[in-house]
Structure formats: C-alpha cells, structure tokens
C-alpha cells in the first residue's frame, strides 16, 4: 500500500502546479482586482435592503440651484434652514458642506448652530492634501466636526471607510455618538480598524427631501422631527460618487456619509472573513484534491470541480446575506485551476497509453492483412491536419468495416445457416438463419439449442474429438417439423497472426446448417417416379418439367433481385438519377484515360432550404424532381447527370473542347431555372450556383474534382455570378471564409459587435425624424467590416436571429435612453431592419415584446423594416405577422422597396406604413427623366396606399430638391450624416449639429 503511494506520487502534481500559479496570479495582484471585481456583483445577486428610515438627506440638487439661482449658497441661506428646522428639532445635523471661506454671514450661521445644540460639520483635505475645515467661528458653535475621507477601489467603488483619521472621527461616527447622547445608545465599532460598508440599496431609495423645499416651506419641519438630517450637494456633476445600486448617473458622496450611519445604527456594517489559515489550507487541499480525482471518469471529475465551484460562489453569496464578506477568488481560481490541469494531465496521459496502443495494433494489421485494400485514399475524408495517428484509426477501421461488410453479405445472403463455436462451446458468430433454424444467440453456448435439441451429447463429444484429431466427419441429416435440415462440420484455426488485444488463439467448429427440404422432397419423388417409371412416364415428366419451371424462375427472381440490388446502390431513388458512388466511379473511368478530356459542374440549388422549411418535405421532394428533369434537358445523352447530396447535384460532360463549352452548358442551365416550377399548383423560383472544374492531369482522384468543383460552386453562390470556373486560390478565399465564420460565432461573447445610427432627416425642415440601427464588426485584426461582408455569413450559419435580436435590444435601449437624456422629440423613431430569417422564426412577437418589456421602449418608437423576399415564402403568415406587429403599436416597413419582384402583388395585402426607396433609384435620378419618373411613381404609389416615403443614400443637394419638388417628407444618406456610434449620435444632437 505504502509503495503504492509513493508511486503515484504524481498524482499530487496537478494541484501543485494550480497552487503554484495562484501565488503567481496573487503576487502580480490579479487576485487582488478579481476580488474588487466581485464586489459590486455581491450586492447585485443580494439586492437591496430598506435604509435606516432614522436618516433623512437634505439634497441640494439642480432643482434647488435653479430655484435659489447661486452656488455657493450664502451662509445666511443655511442660517434661516435651522431656523426653520429648530420647529420640530432633528435628532442630529450633519453639514456634508465644507465651509472654508469666511463670510459676513458667518455670525448668524453660528448662532443658528449653537441654538440647535447637535450640528456636526465636515472636514477633509483638497487635491493638493491641504486640511479643509470650516471657519473657526462655525467650528465653535457646532456640537463636533467629522471627517469625510473616502478611499475608492479599483473598480471605482468605496469599499472600506476609515473611522478615525488625524486624531478625528469620522463625519457619520459623530452624528451616531450625537444620536447615542439624545436618544438611543449607538454601539460603535474599535475606531482603529475600517469599517466595510454595506451598501443597503440605490440612494433613490433612501429618503430625502429638495433643500429649497424645506426653506421655502413646501416641506413641514415636523417630517424631519427626530431625525439625523444630512444635508449635502446632489446636483449633477458634483461630488459624484457611484454605488453598487447608482452607476449610471451616480449617487454624490453624502450618499456614502448615509450608508455608514446606516451601517452604524443597524450594526449591519460587512465583517470580513480572510487570514493566512484560509492560504495555507487552499493551497494545501489543491494537490490532495488533484490525487483523488486524477483517476476518476471524466463526468464525475467536471461534476465535482464544477459542483465546488458553484458551491463557494452559492456560499459565499449565503453568507454576505448575513453580512460576511467572504473572499470568492483565491478558492474559485485554485479550484479551477487544479480542475484545468487535472483533467488536462489525465487527458495527456490517456493519449500517450491510446499512442502506445494504437502503435501496437498498426504494426499488427499493417502486415498481417493481406486481402484487404489500405491505399491513403481511403482516408481522404480525414483532415490532415489531425495528424497520422488518426489516419492510421482510420485505416484499420476502413480494413475492419471492409471485413465486416464482406463478412455479413457473404454470411447474411447464402442460403445456409452458419454458426461458429469456441472450445467453451459458446457461439462467437452466426447468421440470421442460424437464429432462426436453431433459436440461438451470439454469446449462447450450444446448450439447449442445438446439444441436445438436435444432437445427443455423447454425439456432439464424439463429433468435437474426431475434428480436433484432423479427421473429417460426415454429415448429419435431421428432421424438424415438415422441413429436413443437414449438418456439416469444420475445423479451423483462429488468425495465424492473432491480434495484439487476443489472448488466447484457439481452434474453432464451423456449424453449416442448409434446408434440404427441396432436395429431400425431390429424392422422395424421384424414388416414387421410378417405382412407376413404366405406368406414368408422362406423368414423371410433367412433374420434372414443372421442377425445371421453378428452378428457372427462382434464377429469374434472384437475378431480377440482384438487378435491383445493383440499382440501389447506383441510383437516387428520390429523382431516379444515377448517386454519388455511381458518379465516383464514371469520373474515375474518365480519368483512366489520360486522352479524356472532361469537365465536372457541381449545381447548388440557392432557394430551395427556405422553400423546403416553409412548404414542407413532400414539396421539396417534387421540386428535386421536377430540378433533376429539367438539367437533364440541357446535357446530351452522352454526358452524365447524379444526385450529389440534399439540393446539389453534379454533372460530367464527357465532350468537352474548352472552358467555354462548360460555361455554355452552365448559361443553359441558368435560363432552365428562370422559369417557375409549377408544384401543387403553385409557382415556385428557384436559382442555383454552379462550380465548374476541368480535367487535369494534377487530378489523382475523383474526390479532389469534386471537393474543388464544390469549392468554385460556394464562390459563386457568395458573388452571386450564378456559375464560377474554379482557381487554385479559391482554397484560400474558402480558408479565409471559414475563419470569418469561425470569428463571426464568437464576436458576439467577445463584444466585437457595435451598433452604429444614421439619422433620417426631414427633408424640408433639416430636423431629426428618426434613427435607423445599422450593425457593424469591430474585428481585432481586420478592423471594422461592413455588414454586406458578413451578414450574408451570419445567414447562412443561423447566426443573423440571435445578432438580430441582439441589434434590436441594444436599439431599443439606445432610445429609451436618448429619450431620457437628450429630451428627443414626441415622433422621432427608432428603425431596425429584420432579416428573412428573423421574421420567420416563430418566436418573433415574443422575442420583440420582451425587448420592449426590459429596455421599456413604447412600442410606437419601433419601427421595423422588413425585405420583399421575407413574405414571398408564406405571404398568410406574413399577413398575420404584421397585424399582430401592429396590434402592438409598431410601425412597419418595406426595406429596399422596387428591388424584387413581388412588390405591387402582395404590397395591398400588408398594412405597411413605410416604403423605404432603395439608394440605387435616388442615385440614378440624375442620370435622365425616366430614372426620376421611376421614383416618382414610387411616392405615387405610396400615397395611394397613406403611405410615408423614405428616399434613402441621398448624397447631394440635386437629389434634395427634386425629392422636394415630389413631396418627399423623410429621407437619409451622406448628405445628412454617415452611420455613427451613439455616443456621436448623443453629443451632435445635444449640441443641434444635426439641425
């Protein structure tokens, strides 16, 4: 036991090593910034608590500047407030107000001050660590003075107050002591140590009255009866201060004074929990913990590291609900770490005893199997960038999937049972007769089965011994119910280069169990016949023939079945095409033939996923038909058309001269599909792309034409060319997409996703009318990129829904706060554009009312805009779709209106409220009276329909006067204001830059 631990010593080596980089990460003072990190996350998941209901401020805010119309304020001015609060006389007063200048009015001040017997002032130090304190005059007369210092953290909060600085007390200490001395004992804290504040809840919540208020008489003086009255500026701008509750504005300081005497008189201030006994027993748990869970299944070592890290975050959470502070990142950081390289050094390890194995076993079949096809290709499916020994896995699996698919046809199509034992009589192999002439399993022993069902057992020994001698033995003949059934016997020894996993090599019996009933019955009838050979000679041939007859049709059958078999495996059975395999083989012929010249076109149908989804499979299904009839219009019978996969399909046209014959067959293609296809009475449009590859003599497989013919295929589904000859640097313009799609999945989590603001002008008046929210990529390393460049991207992969839904919240958000900052006009609007996608997910109406819910936008500030293709798929959904749009409050639109083909059929049928004119009409109004009659129509036709026209890529003073002359309203573009980030948007419209 003893040696065995020592052993494995090892095994501590993981929690080592995460200990070790933890006193790292808490030298260079990581740990330190992640703590402060944490801080306002605390009292976030805790929320608020109610505020002492003892402690009232007296705000001087912006109300009160404006109203008094100076700052400072006069001292008399404070004066006549104690005057007015001696009334009903507060508990304690508390000046958060540095009084350092003297003033005429200072005598007065003090006399107010002395009256009322329980005034604490405040002291503090300037930016240049000078001591601020009131004039001598005001000191005298104030019960005590208090300090206002405040540290704040890294993460711009105050975590610890000091109550004691330079021999003084802090300012909320005092009024807790002046409180102690007029009504209840306050117990205060040792003033040697910092006192953690415990933030109760937002300074909104705690209560506070306007200073002007109470002066002039607006607040009675008996609200403030008994009460410690902080008075303080809260105006904004001034001595801010934010708070884990007020971040965005913040609170002021005297909010921090409030929160310590909170703490003070509810004895709720934060007690930490932290000393050297919690270092000393994380870093040594670490390498004990590694030890235990070094060897455990993968499931159970995440569940455990996972489990305890959830559990100190829950509990540390429990405990600062009872106000400890309990430090969250020295354990959660060793736990995680000593979880990362647990699981990555078991990882390793398994790899390097899997490299072993897999080294033992490649070396066993590389030389030992010798009827089996290993060539690399076999393996072309594999990349090579995931190294040999997942090629080799793939080699030995192709060689064991080849045996084992020769194996079962071989086995499962004869017609005679086979079994095969071991010397323990146990089965280790047999057919699907064997299990139903015998009613036995593989694993089952022979026992009752076959020994003594079929055999007696002193036979089944005797027939054992004979074989293992090298003898033969003779075949068995045993009836069953109305069929015969004979036995043969082999003998044969297992692998003569066993497998480096088989221990034990062995001999084995091969059972051959075949219905003879046929024969048998035959035999009998030929007895029969010669019995009465004489008498039924015509009879006797008759029946022979009638046996001849059946012998004939079942080789009929069987060669009519073998002829289907044949077809199944080379035909689509969908479009009754010739497949993929049949393809493979053809092209391989072809490229056989160094004198071939040939060309491979690879077709992807552009439309048909939406049609599919939309329709449904049945369909679908017609439109592949009705697709493959049509392209084999355009080849000649000698060319060869097959079902690639799904929507592609893959031409090889065997006579071909030059690259244009290929593209001239793609051009026939092409027009084939610019007409619709008719299915279930409805017309469907369906594009396609198609990549174009010649034969070369660089071509060693028939799998490298198709891989580039597929590449050239999606570089002309992404430029739209509809047909695209291929070019060796398609495989890094291919590479470099992959990359983008790869960058373009985590750009949301890395926050690389920023959303810019055009604004959109009334065009007579110059002002603002509304906004529209354009997305855009802040990528690291490519810098921004334009949404033409990877929302195509983002809708291919499915990601455009959760970034459109994303675009969408932070728009929302962005106006709901410009109405509140920027004071914006009642009608000015917020225009956001959903994609096909997005509008046909069926989420929508629920995805957009809870965005409107948690940025609480009112939904007649939204308005959407929406392409002509996303209602050509289902134009009653669509319907529906906008009337609950507008049930809601918000205003719809035709985003690029005049691009497609549908507008004017289904444009009556929708309640639309904007057409937006796509740039492409506005720029061209001044290349002839045609292009501007064509926009004039456009705002003809939105009048008819009491609809609003917006002119959008304006981008001169011409096009401004004659949208003018039209009586175009709204309009947007270059002319006015490029897409801007909000925080431009914010400070040109503040300061009228737009106007």
Same mark, same amino acid.
């Given at each position: 036991?003893?040696?065995?631990?020592?052993?494995?010593?090892?095994?501590?080596?993981?929690?080592?090593?995460?200990?070790?980089?933890?006193?790292?990460?808490?030298?260079?003072?990581?740990?330190?910034?992640?703590?402060?990190?944490?801080?306002?996350?605390?009292?976030?998941?805790?929320?608020?608590?109610?505020?002492?209901?003892?402690?009232?401020?007296?705000?001087?805010?912006?109300?009160?500047?404006?109203?008094?119309?100076?700052?400072?304020?006069?001292?008399?001015?404070?004066?006549?407030?104690?005057?007015?609060?001696?009334?009903?006389?507060?508990?304690?007063?508390?000046?958060?107000?540095?009084?350092?200048?003297?003033?005429?009015?200072?005598?007065?001040?003090?006399?107010?001050?002395?009256?009322?017997?329980?005034?604490?002032?405040?002291?503090?130090?300037?930016?240049?660590?000078?001591?601020?304190?009131?004039?001598?005059?005001?000191?005298?007369?104030?019960?005590?003075?208090?300090?206002?210092?405040?540290?704040?953290?890294?993460?711009?909060?105050?975590?610890?107050?000091?109550?004691?600085?330079?021999?003084?007390?802090?300012?909320?200490?005092?009024?807790?002591?002046?409180?102690?001395?007029?009504?209840?004992?306050?117990?205060?804290?040792?003033?040697?140590?910092?006192?953690?504040?415990?933030?109760?809840?937002?300074?909104?919540?705690?209560?506070?009255?306007?200073?002007?208020?109470?002066?002039?008489?607006?607040?009675?003086?008996?609200?403030?009866?008994?009460?410690?009255?902080?008075?303080?500026?809260?105006?904004?701008?001034?001595?801010?201060?934010?708070?884990?509750?007020?971040?965005?504005?913040?609170?002021?300081?005297?909010?921090?004074?409030?929160?310590?005497?909170?703490?003070?008189?509810?004895?709720?201030?934060?007690?930490?929990?932290?000393?050297?006994?919690?270092?000393?027993?994380?870093?040594?748990?670490?390498?004990?913990?590694?030890?235990?869970?070094?060897?455990?299944?993968?499931?159970?070592?995440?569940?455990?590291?996972?489990?305890?890290?959830?559990?100190?975050?829950?509990?540390?959470?429990?405990?600062?609900?009872?106000?400890?502070?309990?430090?969250?990142?020295?354990?959660?950081?060793?736990?995680?770490?000593?979880?990362?390289?647990?699981?990555?050094?078991?990882?390793?390890?398994?790899?390097?005893?899997?490299?072993?194995?897999?080294?033992?076993?490649?070396?066993?079949?590389?030389?030992?199997? /010798? $009827?089996?096809?290993?060539?690399?290709?076999?393996?072309? *499916?594999?990349?090579?960038? !995931?190294?040999? #020994? %997942? @090629?080799?896995?793939?080699?030995?699996?192709?060689?064991?999937?080849?045996?084992?698919?020769?194996?079962?046809?071989?086995?499962?199509?004869?017609?005679?049972?086979?079994?095969?034992?071991?010397?323990?009589?146990?089965?280790?192999?047999?057919?699907?007769?064997?299990?139903?002439?015998?009613?036995?399993?593989?694993?089952?022993?022979?026992?009752?089965?076959?020994?003594?069902?079929?055999?007696?057992?002193?036979?089944?020994?005797?027939?054992?011994?004979?074989?293992?001698?090298?003898?033969?033995?003779?075949?068995?003949?045993?009836?069953?119910?109305?069929?015969?059934?004979?036995?043969?016997?082999?003998?044969?020894?297992?692998?003569?280069?066993?497998?480096?996993?088989?221990?034990?090599?062995?001999?084995?019996?091969?059972?051959?169990?075949?219905?003879? /009933? $046929?024969?048998?019955?035959?035999?009998?009838?030929?007895? *029969?016949?010669?019995?009465? !050979?004489?008498? #039924? %000679? @015509?009879?006797?041939?008759?029946?022979?023939?009638?046996?001849?007859?059946?012998?004939?049709?079942?080789?009929?059958?069987?060669?009519?079945?073998?002829?289907?078999?044949?077809?199944?495996?080379?035909?689509?059975?969908?479009?009754?095409?010739?497949?993929?395999?049949?393809?493979?083989?053809?092209?391989?012929?072809?490229?056989?033939?160094?004198?071939?010249?040939?060309?491979?076109?690879?077709?992807?149908?552009?439309?048909?996923?939406?049609?599919?989804?939309?329709?449904?499979?049945?369909?679908?299904?017609?439109?592949?038909?009705?697709?493959?009839?049509?392209?084999?219009?355009?080849?000649?019978?000698?060319?060869?058309?097959?079902?690639?996969?799904?929507?592609?399909?893959?031409?090889?046209?065997?006579?071909?001269?030059?690259?244009?014959?290929?593209?001239?067959?793609?051009?026939?293609?092409?027009?084939?599909?610019?007409?619709?296809?008719?299915?279930?009475?409805? #017309?469907?449009?369906?594009?396609?792309?198609?990549?174009?590859?010649?034969?070369?003599?660089?071509?060693?497989?028939?799998?490298?034409?198709?891989?580039?013919?597929?590449?050239?295929?999606?570089?002309?589904?992404?430029?739209?060319?509809?047909?695209?000859?291929?070019?060796?640097?398609?495989?890094?313009?291919?590479?470099?997409?992959?990359?983008?799609?790869?960058?373009?999945?985590?750009?949301?989590?890395?926050?690389?996703?920023?959303?810019?603001?055009?604004?959109?002008?009334?065009?007579?008046?110059?002002?603002?009318?509304?906004?529209?929210?354009?997305?855009?990529?802040?990528?690291?390393?490519?810098?921004?990129?334009?949404?033409?460049?990877?929302?195509?991207?983002?809708?291919?992969?499915?990601?455009?829904?959760?970034?459109?839904?994303?675009?969408?919240?932070?728009?929302?958000?962005?106006?709901?706060?410009?109405?509140?900052?920027?004071?914006?006009?009642?009608?000015?609007?917020?225009?956001?554009?959903?994609?096909?996608?997005?509008?046909?997910?069926?989420?929508?109406?629920?995805?957009?009312?809870?965005?409107?819910?948690?940025?609480?936008?009112?939904?007649?500030?939204?308005?959407?805009?929406?392409?002509?293709?996303?209602?050509?798929?289902?134009?009653?959904?669509?319907?529906?779709?906008?009337?609950?749009?507008?049930?809601?409050?918000?205003?719809?639109?035709?985003?690029?209106?005049?691009?497609?083909?549908?507008?004017?059929?289904?444009?009556?049928?929708?309640?639309?409220?904007?057409?937006?004119?796509?740039?492409?009409?506005?720029?061209?109004?001044?290349?002839?009276?045609?292009?501007?009659?064509?926009?004039?129509?456009?705002?003809?036709?939105?009048?008819?329909?009491?609809?609003?026209?917006?002119?959008?890529?304006?981008?001169?003073?011409?096009?401004?006067?004659?949208?003018?002359?039209?009586?175009?309203?709204?309009?947007?573009?270059?002319?006015?204001?490029?897409?801007?980030?909000?925080?431009?948007?914010?400070?040109?419209?503040?300061?009228?830059?737009?106007?």
């Amino acid at each position: 036991m003893i040696s065995r631990f020592f052993k494995d010593q090892w095994r501590f080596l993981p929690g080592a090593l995460a200990s070790l980089i933890t006193l790292i990460l808490n030298q260079t003072g990581a740990l330190a910034d992640l703590e402060n990190a944490s801080y306002r996350w605390l009292f976030r998941v805790r929320g608020e608590k109610a505020w002492d209901d003892r402690i009232v401020l007296l705000t001087i805010d912006d109300a009160t500047l404006t109203e008094l119309g100076q700052f400072p304020l006069p001292r008399g001015t404070y004066a006549r407030l104690l005057e007015r609060m001696a009334v009903s006389p507060p508990a304690g007063i508390g000046f958060n107000i540095f009084f350092v200048e003297p003033s005429a009015e200072d005598a007065a001040f003090a006399r107010e001050i002395a009256e009322a017997g329980n005034v604490v002032l405040s002291s503090g130090v300037d930016e240049d660590s000078h001591l601020l304190t009131s004039t001598q005059s005001l000191q005298s007369a104030a019960i005590a003075t208090g300090h206002v210092l405040k540290q704040v953290e890294s993460d711009g909060l105050v975590h610890t107050v000091r109550l004691q600085a330079a021999d003084e007390p802090a300012f909320a200490v005092v009024l807790a002591e002046v409180f102690s001395l007029t009504h209840t004992l306050v117990e205060l804290p040792s003033l040697d140590r910092p006192l953690w504040v415990n933030w109760p809840g937002s300074a909104e919540n705690l209560p506070h009255y306007s200073f002007s208020d109470v002066l002039l008489g607006r607040i009675s003086p008996s609200l403030l009866e008994d009460k410690l009255v902080l008075v303080g500026m809260t105006a904004t701008g001034v001595d801010a201060l934010p708070t884990p509750y007020d971040d965005n504005p913040p609170a002021s300081g005297i909010v921090l004074q409030a929160a310590v005497l909170d703490n003070l008189l509810q004895q709720r201030s934060l007690r930490p929990i932290a000393g050297p006994w919690l270092w000393i027993l994380t870093l040594i748990a670490m390498p004990g913990v590694s030890y235990c869970f070094v060897r455990r299944p993968l499931l159970w070592q995440l569940l455990f590291f996972l489990g305890a890290w959830l559990g100190w975050l829950v509990f540390s959470v429990l405990l600062f609900q009872q106000n400890y502070l309990l430090p969250r990142s020295l354990p959660l950081v060793s736990l995680g770490l000593t979880g990362v390289t647990t699981i990555v050094g078991q990882q390793i390890r398994e790899s390097v005893a899997l490299d072993r194995l897999l080294e033992s076993l490649w070396q066993h079949y590389r030389y030992s199997t /010798t $009827h089996l096809s290993i060539e690399p290709t076999m393996t072309s *499916l594999i990349s090579k960038d !995931l190294g040999d #020994e %997942v @090629r080799k896995l793939a080699l030995m699996a192709n060689m064991l999937s080849r045996a084992q698919a020769t194996q079962s046809a071989i086995a499962q199509t004869i017609p005679i049972a086979m079994l095969t034992v071991d010397s323990d009589d146990r089965v280790c192999f047999c057919n699907s007769l064997a299990e139903q002439y015998l009613n036995i399993k593989l694993g089952q022993t022979l026992t009752p089965a076959i020994v003594p069902e079929w055999l007696e057992t002193d036979t089944w020994q005797r027939i054992t011994k004979t074989l293992s001698q090298g003898q033969t033995v003779a075949a068995v003949e045993r009836k069953r119910d109305s069929k015969w059934f004979e036995m043969r016997f082999e003998i044969f020894k297992g692998a003569t280069q066993p497998s480096p996993l088989l221990q034990d090599n062995g001999q084995f019996i091969l059972i051959l169990v075949e219905d003879i /009933t $046929h024969r048998k019955a035959t035999e009998l009838k030929l007895r *029969l016949l010669n019995q009465y !050979l004489e008498e #039924e %000679v @015509r009879q006797r041939t008759q029946e022979l023939e009638v046996a001849n007859f059946s012998l004939l049709q079942e080789t009929a059958e069987r060669r009519q079945v073998q002829k289907k078999l044949t077809d199944q495996a080379f035909r689509d059975e969908l479009t009754g095409l010739p497949n993929r395999t049949y393809l493979k083989t053809k092209l391989s012929e072809m490229m056989a033939n160094p004198q071939a010249s040939f060309a491979v076109l690879f077709i992807g149908c552009d439309r048909f996923k939406l049609i599919n989804d939309s329709f449904g499979h049945i369909v679908g299904d017609e439109l592949l038909r009705a697709i493959s009839q049509r392209l084999s219009r355009c080849i000649k019978a000698a060319d060869l058309i097959a079902r690639f996969s799904g929507d592609e399909f893959t031409i090889l046209l065997t006579e071909i001269k030059d690259a244009q014959s290929a593209v001239r067959v793609s051009q026939r293609i092409h027009r084939q599909f610019h007409h619709p296809f008719r299915i279930a009475d409805q #017309e469907f449009y369906s594009s396609c792309s198609i990549g174009i590859v010649l034969s070369n003599s660089d071509y060693q497989q028939a799998t490298d034409i198709l891989r580039d013919a597929d590449i050239a295929m999606y570089c002309a589904k992404r430029n739209g060319a509809g047909y695209t000859l291929f070019k060796p640097e398609m495989h890094l313009a291919i590479r470099s997409s992959l990359q983008l799609e790869t960058d373009l999945h985590q750009s949301l989590s890395r926050g690389e996703l920023v959303v810019y603001y055009q604004p959109i002008f009334n065009i007579k008046t110059k002002q603002i009318a509304g906004f529209e929210a354009l997305v855009r990529w802040q990528h690291p390393i490519a810098g921004l990129i334009r949404p033409d460049e990877f929302i195509p991207l983002a809708e291919e992969t499915g990601l455009i829904i959760k970034i459109g839904q994303w675009v969408l919240k932070e728009a929302c958000s962005q106006m709901y706060q410009w109405q509140q900052q920027l004071q914006l006009p009642a009608d000015v609007f917020m225009s956001v554009n959903l994609s096909v996608q997005q509008f046909n997910e069926p989420n929508l109406l629920k995805r957009i009312d809870a965005v409107l819910q948690e940025t609480r936008l009112e939904s007649q500030y939204l308005k959407l805009e929406i392409t002509e293709s996303a209602i050509l798929a289902d134009s009653d959904l669509a319907v529906q779709t906008f009337q609950s749009l507008k049930e809601r409050g918000i205003s719809l639109g035709i985003d690029d209106f005049g691009t497609g083909y549908s507008s004017l059929t289904y444009l009556h049928r929708f309640p639309v409220d904007v057409l937006k004119i796509d740039r492409s009409f506005i720029q061209r109004m001044a290349e002839g009276q045609k292009h501007l009659s064509l926009v004039q129509s456009i705002k003809t036709l939105a009048d008819h329909f009491d609809m609003d026209m917006i002119a959008e890529g304006i981008e001169t003073e011409v096009q401004i006067e004659s949208l003018k002359l039209m009586g175009c309203v709204l309009g947007q573009g270059y002319f006015f204001s490029p897409p801007v980030d909000g925080e431009t948007i914010a400070t040109k419209y503040s300061r009228c830059q737009f106007h």
